[in-house]
């Protein structure tokens, strides 16, 4: 097999197939293209270019036209993407039309070839992002319904603490994922906007045409007009960055969590089971979390390169030296992480296998004691709080020590039986009894959800 040196083994794995081809070459190619094609349009519009040069470089803004491996080869000696990219697009137009070749790129300098096709391929990316991110809040939102008074263990510092639902724990995850629609929309006005600037940022080289470009460019485009260039102001891609950095680790959140409740001692929650997903390769019976190694895994690789973008935020003067160049595959990489991270998560929550016996088993493996604080808070209202923790306390131990269940120890001190009933105590020693606003945090989750897609 004939095929290009290149790093594919893993990217169905992590990386979303619509992400990886708005960050593919042609995906970045063709970005750039559409800046030079619109902005002959918009210097036209305005009169500074003859009409007639507009569609031969239109027609030579096709990202099929070039040569990948050429281009990349003479980044390395040019320094970036766009130097080699013109001299090429040049070159095309003039095979066809050498007068219109003279008005290619007119007064924009490499930067802003880049950087407003990088916020061209960054508008797709947050369009696929934003989809998911809905269709899974849409998915946690209904399963969260689904399982609202399903009682399993809360666990603090990995033990287990008083009951919870299932509901609950995925109205947690439902939050996170709303938060961060909501973070995504706030920051679009930032990000979705033209970089014009030319080669200092003054646009000096078009006059007194210059206003009038950049606002038909940034028409032309469907760009903001910013309050002036950034290209050496980047808390624009670094606010998008942060924002999918949060999601990634929420992401990770709910993948940590689901492959706790999959651990064999535990066998409460499951990803969906499918062939040869999640299998060893020598032990058959294994199933592991195969998704769940996913949203883990770009939780963990995200922070690393969100520090660089940060690293890289104190730029030079009008244009860096290296921060810059820092920033052009560490963003993309992230946006591939997230997606890919997104699109395990809509699987594992669509598809979640759930043993609500095994839960209740699980919930009673201390023998009732997750429930001592029940019993403890209404006693308290009768002997005093000192008074009924010390003796809750005192039965905790002495069920532990005789391996009863703490039910029965209860029934067995007189201090106890004479302020509570036996029916009281059967009450208090059921899970599904004390599940405080488990389901009133469900419904506000939702309810939030709900209203951020209406």
């Not at 000096?204 to 045409?209: M, V």
């Not at 460019?217 to 102001?233: D, K, M």
């Not at 997903?277 to 294994?286: A, R, V």
């Amino acid at each position: 097999m004939n095929q290009r040196p290149g790093n594919q083994l893993f990217e169905a794995y992590f990386t979303a197939r619509d992400m990886r081809d708005v960050f593919c070459d042609q995906g970045r190619v063709q970005a750039m293209l559409d800046f030079e094609a619109a902005l002959a349009r918009a210097e036209a519009r305005v009169g500074l270019i003859p009409p007639t040069a507009v569609a031969p470089i239109e027609a030579a803004c096709r990202a099929e036209h070039y040569d990948f491996i050429a281009l990349g080869e003479a980044i390395a000696t040019a320094g970036n993407s766009a130097i080699p990219l013109v001299k090429a697009l040049g070159k095309q137009i003039a095979r066809h039309d050498a007068e219109a070749e003279r008005f290619v790129h007119l007064g924009a300098t490499s930067q802003d070839v880049m950087d407003s096709g990088l916020v061209l391929q960054l508008r797709r990316a947050l369009t696929l992002i934003e989809n998911d991110l809905a269709q899974l809040g849409a998915t946690l939102a209904s399963q969260a319904l689904r399982y609202s008074a399903t009682p399993l263990a809360g666990r603090t510092w990995l033990q287990h603490a008083t009951p919870v639902t299932l509901g609950m724990k995925i109205a947690g995850w439902l939050g996170a994922v709303t938060r961060s629609r909501q973070r995504l929309q706030a920051l679009k006005p930032r990000l979705l906007v033209l970089q014009f600037g030319g080669a200092s940022g003054t646009l000096a080289a078009l006059g007194e045409q210059a206003m009038p470009v950049a606002e038909a460019l940034a028409a032309e485009l469907q760009l903001a007009l910013p309050e002036q260039p950034w290209h050496t102001q980047r808390d624009r891609l670094v606010e998008f960055a942060a924002v999918l950095g949060l999601i990634a680790g929420s992401l990770g959140k709910f993948g940590r969590d689901i492959s706790l409740l999959m651990q064999t001692e535990a066998a409460e929650v499951f990803e969906p089971s499918a062939p040869g997903k999640g299998g060893s390769s020598t032990m058959p019976h294994k199933r592991n979390p195969v998704g769940a190694a996913v949203l883990i895994g770009a939780a963990t690789r995200v922070p690393g390169l969100l520090s660089t973008l940060f690293s890289a935020m104190p730029q030079e003067h009008e244009r860096s030296l290296g921060l810059w160049h820092a920033e052009w595959e560490t963003l993309p990489e992230i946006c591939c992480l997230v997606s890919g991270a997104l699109q395990q998560a809509l699987s594992l929550a669509d598809g979640l296998e759930v043993d609500a016996d095994r839960m209740a088993r699980n919930l009673d493996l201390t023998q009732g004691l997750v429930l001592a604080e029940a019993v403890s808070i209404v006693l308290a209202q009768r002997v005093g709080r000192d008074t009924a923790h010390h003796l809750l306390e005192q039965c905790c131990k002495r069920a532990v020590a005789e391996h009863r269940h703490l039910r029965a120890v209860l029934g067995d001190e007189p201090q106890v039986t004479a302020e509570l009933s036996a029916v009281e105590l059967d009450r208090l020693l059921d899970p599904a009894h004390y599940l405080g606003q488990a389901h009133t945090w469900v419904e506000r989750a939702v309810a939030e959800h709900s209203a951020l897609t209406a």
